[in-house]
Nanobody, 124 residues
Framework: QVQLVESGGGLVQAGDSLRLSCVASGGAFSNYCMGWFHQAPGREREFVAAINWSGRSTAYADCVKGRFTIFRDNAKNTVYLQMNDLKPEDAAVYYC?????????????????WGQGTQVTVSS
């Protein structure tokens, strides 16, 4: 059974940076696209970023483009989300997810395994 465990969330001030990590275990990692999503109270889970199996191709939501970077280390079964210049509207629970295939996707339904989430809070 695949397990994804996120870490790195916390309380920061606007303009600060955080790096989220997601470690995968129990299944193949390097063959699959990985994604980050977030969910704020009262809102649906939304796409943030995705990276293909090799790390050579990435995709970002418009609201984070230029501030967030997704990258992966297949030797460590880990995907990261570097978040810079955080804004209050970035506050949410952040989830990592593994897609069923190697290519990128922005669609929540394309991902079959999810972590438990890590909370990011940004004060203004």
């Amino acid at each position: 059974q695949v397990q994804l465990v996120e870490s790195g969330g916390g309380l920061v001030q606007a303009g600060d940076s955080l790096r989220l990590s997601c470690v995968a275990s129990g299944g193949a990692f390097s063959n699959y696209c990985m994604g980050w999503f977030h969910q704020a109270p009262g809102r649906e889970r939304e796409f943030v970023a995705a990276i293909n199996w090799s790390g050579r191709s990435t995709a970002y939501a418009d609201c984070v483009k230029g501030r967030f970077t997704i990258f992966r280390d297949n030797a460590k079964n880990t995907v990261y989300l570097q978040m810079n210049d955080l804004k209050p509207e970035d506050a949410a629970v952040y989830y990592c997810a593994r897609r069923k295939f190697a290519a990128l996707s922005r669609l929540t339904n394309d991902y079959d395994y999810w972590g438990q989430g890590t909370q990011v809070t940004v004060s203004s």
